[in-house]
């Protein structure tokens, strides 16, 4: 079967790093993408790894091995407002659609 | 300034009165799709369109009905409400079925239904 884990709630202090695990089993693999939703809110695009290795984006990195079925988001120099969900998404090739983990509730205390 | 627009942001209704949830995108995409979310569930798609008149089941179609008669809207369809079918509804575009590897989905602002 089709299959995400990621932790499902994380704390961290403002001003601190913290790193989101995603590990996936899936029958294929198209990319994996990282969302991060607000409650209530849509959720809105992070980050898309396809290939082995980081990417960077300002405060927020992304990592990828496909060998091990592992992704990490790293979020640096927390802010209050990265208090939220955080989705892993693999696009698993079957019709182009997303398997959605259940998301990491984020919150960042002062 | 590109986007995708749902509607209504909220609405309560009663158990079998049909409704219609629209779904309108700016950005000309191809692809769409709508999502349902649950606590403890996550996302869960609904129903997608690869493009006009093109459409297919998600995991979760059953009560569902949708139509792609114009590139741009993707309206869906609850013929008869039950209130199992009380959640949070997003609807989701992409450029076509490779570029939404790349740009990822844009999210409509939700739809809260509640079906009492």
């Known amino acids: 079967g089709q299959n995400i884990d990621q932790p499902t709630e994380m704390t961290a202090t403002e001003g601190a790093i913290v790193q989101i695990n995603c590990t996936y089993q899936?029958?294929?693999?198209?990319?994996l993408f990282w969302y991060q939703q607000h409650a209530g809110e849509a959720p809105t695009f992070l980050s898309y790894?396809?290939l082995d290795g980081l990417e960077e984006k300002g405060r927020f990195s992304s990592f990828l091995s496909r060998s091990k079925g592992y992704s990490y988001l790293l979020l640096k120099e927390l802010q209050m407002k990265d208090s939220a969900s955080y989705l892993c998404?693999?696009?698993?090739?079957?019709?182009?659609?997303?398997?959605w983990g259940l998301g990491t509730s984020l919150a960042v205390n002062p | 300034e590109a986007q995708v627009t749902q509607n209504p942001r909220y609405l309560i209704t009663v158990t079998g009165k049909k409704l219609t949830v629209t779904c309108s995108q700016n950005?000309?995409?191809?692809?769409m799709s709508w999502y349902r979310q649950d606590p403890g569930l996550g996302l869960r798609q609904i129903y997608y369109?690869?493009?006009?008149?093109?459409?297919d089941k998600g995991d979760v179609p059953e009560g569902y009905k949708v139509s792609r008669k114009e590139k741009r809207n993707f309206p869906l369809i609850l013929e008869s409400p039950s209130p199992n079918q009380t959640s949070l509804y997003f609807c989701?575009?992409?450029?076509?079925?490779?570029?939404?590897?790349?740009?990822?989905?844009?999210f409509g602002s939700g739809t809260r239904l509640t079906v009492v």
């Open positions: 790894n396809v």
């Open positions: 369109s690869m493009n006009v008149e093109v459409t």
């Open positions: 989701a575009s992409s450029l076509d079925r490779n570029s939404a590897n790349y740009y990822g989905y844009t």
């Open positions: 950005m000309n995409h191809e692809y």
């Open positions: 899936t029958s294929g693999f198209n990319g």
């Open positions: 998404a693999v696009n698993a090739g079957n019709n182009r659609k997303l398997i």
